[in-house]
T-cell receptor, first 115, second 110 residues
C-alpha cells in the first residue's frame, strides 16, 4: 500500500480482556517496528521484525504482550489480560534501508483505552 | 535509561521568527539523527535527518545542526509558520535500533 495502515484506529476494552492490533506495512519494507506512546510520554520501543530473522522483543513490557509477523508482511500485536496502564497509542512503523538514513514510516496508530 | 532527551516539553514562537528545538543524547555510537513531526491523531512523519559524519543539513526552512562533542543536536525552523505547530520528536539510530526523545510541542503564534 501507499502507507502504513493500522487497525483499529480506536479500541476501548475492559480490563482483563485480550486485544489484537494490526499493522499492514508498506509493501516491500522488510523491517517492522511497534512502539507505544503513553499520555505525556515519548515513543517506547516494543518489538522489531527484520525479514525472516528472529524478532527483537527486548522492549515488550511483560509476557502479556506478544507480536507476530506473517509472511514478512502484516503484523499483529496482542495484549492479553489488558490492564489500565496498557492504555496508550500503539504505533507501527516500517522501513527499508536505502542509501543514507534508515527512515521509519509510521502509521496513524491504534489508540487503546482500557477501562 | 533515556538515551535521547528533549528537555523542553513546549515552545512558543511568533510567526516569522526562528524556532529552535534541542535534543541531547548519550550514546556516541549513534550514526544517524532524525527529526519527526507529529500532529494530533496522526503518526509521526519524517522531517529531516543528519549523518553523524556531518554537522549541518538543510532542507528549505528546516536545518539540523549536530555537535558531536557536546552530544547535542538542534532543529531550526525559519521562518516559523502556524502550520509548523506540532510535536517534534528527536530520534537517534544505530544499526536498526531507534531511540526517541519525549517530544517538544511547538506552538507558532500568528
Amino acid at each position: 500500500g501507499a502507507g502504513v495502515s493500522q487497525s483499529p484506529s480506536n479500541k476501548v476494552t475492559e480490563k482483563g480482556k485480550d486485544v489484537e492490533l494490526r499493522c499492514d506495512p508498506i509493501s516491500g519494507h522488510t523491517a517492522l517496528y511497534w512502539y507505544r506512546q503513553s499520555l505525556g510520554q515519548g515513543l517506547e520501543f516494543l518489538i522489531y521484525f527484520q525479514g525472516n530473522s528472529a524478532p527483537d522483543k527486548s522492549g515488550l513490557p511483560s509476557d502479556r504482550f506478544s507480536a507476530e509477523r506473517t509472511g514478512g508482511s502484516v503484523s499483529t500485536l496482542t495484549i492479553q489480560r489488558t490492564q489500565q496502564e496498557d492504555s496508550a497509542v500503539y504505533l507501527c512503523a516500517s522501513s527499508s534501508r536505502a542509501s543514507g538514513a534508515n527512515v521509519l514510516t509510521f502509521g496513524a496508530g491504534s489508540r487503546l483505552t482500557v477501562l | 535509561d533515556q538515551q535521547v532527551k528533549q528537555n523542553s516539553p513546549s515552545l512558543s514562537v511568533q510567526e516569522g521568527r526562528i524556532s529552535i528545538l534541542n535534543c541531547d543524547y548519550t550514546n556516541s555510537m549513534f550514526d544517524y539523527f532524525l527529526w519527526y513531526k507529529k500532529y494530533p491523531a496522526e503518526g509521526p512523519t519524517f522531517l529531516i535527518s543528519i549523518s553523524s559524519i556531518k554537522d549541518k543539513n538543510e532542507d528549505g526552512r528546516f536545518t539540523v545542526f549536530l555537535n558531536k562533542s557536546a552530544k547535542h543536536l538542534s532543529l531550526h525552523i525559519v521562518p516559523s509558520q502556524p502550520g509548523d505547530s506540532a510535536v517534534y520528536f528527536c530520534a537517534a539510530s544505530t544499526g536498526n535500533q531507534f531511540y526517541f526523545g519525549t517530544g517538544t510541542s511547538l506552538t507558532v503564534i500568528p
